[in-house]
Each structure stands twice: as structure tokens, then as C-alpha cells.
DNA sequence: TAGCGCCTGGACAACGTTGTCAGAGCACGG
DNA sequence: CCGTGCTCTGACAACGTTGTCCAGGCGCTA
């Protein structure tokens, strides 16, 4: 019984022309066609046109997926980060596609959710699909996962944090001295009893603040109550309940330290509702923060930088760029503005 | 003479191993780790066991260039915008990619930077990747260059803006409603002499917006004077000097509509400045609106259920949807919370 | 033990493109 | 008139995977 509908041809991208079909159409042969569609030299004008009649005719637009297959190189790269609708992590974004579209690649964005499974399974993803490299916010703790990829070639440069149990490329910020800083900034306004609530501290860039909050205090010679330091999940409850808690416990702090952006926010709520004046700086800098009353001290990072300097290392290192994995550490810039240079209030 | 650099392979991904290397190593036939592979069955599990550590051992990855050529399927969807980096698109991009990641597709990400020509671009590269389906808020008046890939069976959703001379299914808020509300929100509370400031006015939003403004002042039987609006780029610098001329000129304004989140920003900037209070209302909500002094009435329009409703219609023309090309549009909510309750000041 | 069917495994072609190579056509000079 | 060298063109294989199809081996039954 012959069946129509097995027939041996069973997709064809819904039907989309190609090379051949142009190369039917224009009466000229296969390889003539692709001289044409990528401009090689060596086709007469008037062939030439009659291939560039057959194209639009058709329709036809090059799959690129059979050129990736035959060439090698994708011209694309992924980009593997925490959370694409967090404003930190917008323009760090788009920094890094700025510059793979000055090299003609294209991106592949993922966010992980701070989930080290999915990060595996997203990073997988972008090696089976053979981007030509990887720009990679790590959310887990161990990057073995990787070793095959990267002895395959697939670049990789880790941003925000590094890499853990394998060496690979990273681009930092300089978290524990811009936390040193603003905890100092805050001790020389006269506060001693300083809380501070960062990220989980399995995350690197956590652990950095909480280091810098701690040297800061050392170097002050200051005492550090256990129920000053609260480390956790920055959603607005548990930042709340912390900061209140550090607010009204017995021995209540008069500044607060916040470890980023998001547990900034979440403070500035909270403080807004206290008649006690209550200094604050916040890790990362954030839009408005100096029109809030009062205006909000911060250490800034610059995000796109930190993308723009991933991407550039990630593009030498694609262009043959050999030798040791390198790590760059940006600077932080404390942005004074007022909320730091409020003096304890005295609670006697 | 035997030139062994001239060999003709040259590039094997960075000689990574394929699946016959592993049938080789594992002493079977391409076909059985192909299976194995893909969890088809039919392989024993001795078979099986020597296949995963061939696949291990080599550290073996399927090309899936190789697999999308031959399923013709990409199972990634492509979703171009205006910058990344801008607050609002945030949450619409992380939208689209969770819905995309239910389906099992991977998201290609591009800005176009509100440039016609690199809209097209980015659009005709994800097509030539052969992309499923395509999310597009678009920058350009004119998607007739999409008429073949359509044809071609490229799912496309447009987002936040219409497409132009195309017929294709689009999500909009409702930019019309939600000004019209604005501005009576305003005149509610005695203003006679409100100004607008809009993104450029060949942009759709911008337009329906402006539209929005001018119903609402013609119910109230209010004039318009042409100094009270201003359309165009929407950096602080225009937006500024805008604000500034019509709070300075003759007859100036009491209160301001401020046509999206870039202006509200700035003009929020503005009038911190100002020692006569000005009313305020803000298409488009942002973090922190709240807590400034006084804190920003807005129009908010939910990004992230633009870019989930829109993913998901995209989904389901893939998955077989037929029809006309269809129209949603969201609602958007007024959100009083002072500014724009500010009684005009007497400026006898 | 012959016959039958089922299960496993592999050979082969195809997806659409590009690199290699050789052939066809032409002009020119000897 | 023919050889030489050039330009333009097309046939063919390969990239790594998956779908089709068939062969061989096994167990079961009559």
C-alpha cells in the first residue's frame, strides 16, 4: 500500500526553500548559489542576478543551522545568569550582548534561579547546542561539570563570582573591600553597633561582604553580636523580619549594612516606618537612591562593566588568546549620600 | 608532498568526540548510541551500560546543530526588544524564558536600541537559526521584510506594540485607557493646565498614549496648549529641558503626565528641584515609587504578564493554533499615591 | 527439530550547507 | 590551428545526527 503521508521527506522546516530549490529555479548548480548567498567572487553579474531573482522569488533565507553543522563555529554565546528581571543583572546583560554583536555573535540567555541544577542543565544546553563560549553567573558549587566542555574548547568566563573546583576565567567585583569600606564609612560616623544582612552565604559574593563587615569591625576594634549578622534568601520577608529584629531586639543596632540590592530595598521599606533615624548603606548602587529622604549611601558596582570586561576576555580567549585563567577584580566606589552620615541616635 | 596539516577535517568542533567515536569505543553501531542517547528502546542493558561509558569516558556531548538540522525543529524561540538594560523589559524577558523553559525551549535574546535596521537584522538572523517562533516588541514601522519567514511558518507574537503593515497576533496594554485615566485622575484634582511627555511618537505606545491625554482634556472641555506637550527621545536631557520650559514658560503647567518609566524618572528629578509642588502621574510602575516624597501615582501595566500571555500565544500557534492573527490587550491600573494628588498650587 | 515471531543491533540515506576539485568555455599568443 | 592559462561553474563528499529498514539470534510452540 503506498502511503502519501510517509513520505520520505517528512519535515523540511515547514516547507522552507533551499539551496537546491534556488539553484533549480535560476537553471544554475548547488555551489553557485552559495557563492552568491555569501558573496564569494567569482560568479558573472548576470548569473549572479538571475541567483538573487530565484531568492526573493522564493523566500529563501540560508539555514544556518547546516552551516553551523558544516563550519564549526556557531557565532553565538550563552549567557547563564541568576535572574534576568533583577536590575543588577539588565545592563550587565546588555553589555555583554553589546560586545558579542560587535563580533557578530549571537545571545542565548538563561536564567538559572539561583538553582545549581538548573544552571547544570542550562550550561549543558548551550554546550550541546556548541555556543563558542559561555559567560556564566554561577549559582552552584561545583563546576566539574564542566571539565569536558572546557577541555572541548568552549571558553567560559565566570562573572560576579568564581568558579568553584574547577580554574576558569572570572571577572569580580571587589566585594569585601567595598564592604570594608561602607562598615567603616558607618564606624566613622560613629556607630558601633552595626547589623548586617546579606545573600545566602554559600554565595561567593556574600561571603566577600560578610568578610569585609567583619575586618571592618576587627579593625575598629568592635565587638560582633551573632544576632547582628542575619545571611538567608533576600525575598522582602525574611530581609523584614531580620532587619526588624536587629531593630528591636535588646541591644538594637543604629546602622544597618545591606549586602545588595534587593535587601537594600527591602530596608528602606522598613526604616521608612521607624521614627528613629537609622543609617544605612547598601551594596550596588540602584536608581532613585539619591532622591529617597534621606538619600541612600551606597557602594556602588558597575554591572555593565562587569559584563563588557567578561565578554571582552571571553572574545580573546576565542580569538586564540592562551595562558593561565585570569582574574580581574573591578573596584567598588562608595557613593555617599546621606543615609550612612546619620549619627546613632542616642538610645539611653 | 603529504601535507598533514591540510588534513581533511579541519575542524571537528575542537575534536570533540561524535557518536561514532563512542560506537567505536564501545564496540557497537552508530544507531545504538543514538538510542541510547536519546532513551529509546530497544538496547540491552549490558549494551547500554558499555554505551554511557564509552560516552563518559570520551566525554561525549550530542551536537544538537546536527540533531536541529535533521529534526527541523530548533526548540528555541527568539525574543527581540528594545534594551535589555531598561527596567521594564526586564521582567517581560524573564517571563517569556520561563514559559519558553516549560515548553523546553531556549531563548535567543537581542536589543534592537529602537533601530529599525537592527531590528531587522537581529529578526532575519534568528530566522536564518530557524527559531520556532519569534517574540518581537517592535522598533520599526514597517514588518513586511517578515512576510516570507511567516509563510515560511515562524510563529511571531508582537509585544507592547502593534506590528506594522503585517497582520500577526500581538499583546498590548492598554495605553489609551490607562492615560485617559491618568490625565482625568489629574483634572479630578483641579488641574486645568497638565503637560505630556512621550517617547518619540512614531512609537505606537507613545501615540496611544498621547491619544489617551488629549480624550481625556477634550471630556473635560479643557484646551491644549502645543507648549504643554513634547514627544522624542526620552533621555534626561530632552526630558529634562522639556519639564523645565513648560514649568518655566508663560502660563506654566501645574501638573505633568509623564509618558513612560524613563521620563517618570526624570521627572521625578526635576521637580525634587522645584519649591512649588507639581502633581505628577507616571505611565508605568517602578520600584521604590512608593517611598519618594511625595511618593508616584502611576499607570502600571504588568510586564511580566505581557511577556507571559505573549509567549504562551506563541506556544500555542506551535504547537498547531490556527486562526486570524489575534489581538489581547491588557488592562492597566491607576495606583494613587500622592503625587498625583497635589492640588494645582495658586500661582496668582 | 522445524517454524515462527520478537527483540536487538547496524547499514544506509537524508537533513542543508560549504570546501575541494575538476571540467567547460573563452581569449590569446605562438 | 592548437596549447596555455584564465574565469566561471558544478559534482561530490563531508559535517553529526536521526529515521527506515533489514538481518541475525533467540526463545517458544507444535
Redesign the interface.
Known sequence: MADAAGSPV???????PTMKDVAARAGVGLKTVSRVVNGEPGVTPDTERRVREAITAL?F??????R??R????A?IGLVLE?????F???L??AV?EVA?AHGA??????SAEDPAREQELV???????VDGLVIIPAGEDHRYL???L????ATVFVDRPAARIEADAVLSDCFGGSRAAVAHLIAHGHRRIGFIGDRPGIHTAAERLRGYRTAMAEAGLPVDPSWISLGPTDPDRVGAAARSMLDGPGPITALFAGNNRVT?TA??VL?GRTLPVALVGFDD???AD???PAVTVVAQDA?RLGRTAAEMLFRRLDGAAGEPRRVELPTRLIARGSGEIPPADRG
Do not use: M, Q
Not at 61 to 66: I, L
Not at 71 to 74: S, V
Not at 124 to 130: G, K, M, N, Q, V
Open positions: 517528512p519535515h523540511r522546516y515547514g516547507n522552507r523566500g533565507r540560508r539555514n544556518d543551522s547546516a553551523i553543522l563550519k564549526g563555529r556557531t553565538s535572574d534576568l528581571a533583577d536590575p543583572y539588565g545592563p546583560s546588555r550582548e554583536r549571537l545571545l542565548i540567555n538563561g536564567s549543558l544546553a548551550l554546550c550541546a547546542r556548541r571539565e569536558p566542555e577541555a572541548a574548547g568552549v530595598v528602606v521599606r521608612a540602584f536608581e532613585l532622591l529617597l529622604s555593565a
